[in-house]
Nanobody, 126 residues
């Protein structure tokens, strides 16, 4: 069982930056990918970014390309999301997710991930 704990959320102004962290509490030897999703009030959870745990390949939602960067630290069992140029419409709860097993590709679908954190609130004021 993998437990994920997010941190780093907060209240910022439009254009500011934040770095989210997600620490896995158990051994990640069976994890093949980790990702970030977000959910705004009244909206569905949407994909933000993900990284392949083994080869480090990354993918991003089109809306965050060039502004957000996902990275991983295999020693610390932690994945990060550096968010620059935040916009008010990106106010949401940000969730970390992990997929175990074998990843032939870097997954981006909600259904691809088995383990989820409780989320961290990011609020961007205009």
């Amino acid at each position: 069982q993998v437990q994920l704990v997010e941190s780093g959320g907060g209240l910022v102004q439009a254009g500011d930056s934040l770095r989210l962290s997600c620490a896995a509490s158990a051994s990640t030897f069976n994890i093949c990918a980790m990702g970030w999703f977000r959910q705004a009030p009244g909206k569905e959870r949407e994909f933000v970014a993900s990284t392949h745990w083994i080869d480090g390949s990354t993918i991003y939602a089109d809306s965050v390309k060039g502004r957000f960067t996902i990275s991983r630290d295999n020693v610390k069992n932690t994945v990060y999301l550096q968010m620059n140029g935040l916009k008010p419409e990106e106010t949401a709860v940000y969730y970390c997710a992990a997929r175990s097993g074998v990843c032939l590709y870097t997954p981006r679908s909600y259904s691809d991930y088995r383990y989820w954190g409780r989320g961290t609130q990011v609020t961007v004021s205009s």
